[in-house]
């Protein structure tokens, strides 16, 4: 997938709870799951400012939607 890198570091605990969900949803690899997290993270923040700027509403709900499309 295009697109930007960015490096993180995740707390020992975090990290642990991470991988553990991303193993029992069956997503595998934590760093999958972070994207995942990430996006619906940005996700519900966008919604929030929707009602301020209501013709963006849609952007990252399509971005969500182009994600899943390519997992699959």
Do not use: C, T
């Not at 975090?14 to 619906?40: R, T």
């Not at 923040?45 to 699959?72: C, G, H, M, T, V």
């Amino acid at each position: 997938m295009p697109g930007k890198r960015i490096e993180i570091e995740l707390p020992d605990e975090l990290f642990s709870q991470l991988s553990e969900v991303s193993h029992m949803l069956g997503i595998g690899d934590p760093a999958e799951a972070a994207v995942i997290a990430i996006a619906q993270w940005v996700s519900r923040r966008k919604s929030e400012l929707d009602d301020r700027d209501p013709q963006q509403r849609y952007f990252i709900n399509e971005a969500l939607d182009e994600l899943i499309e390519k997992k699959k």
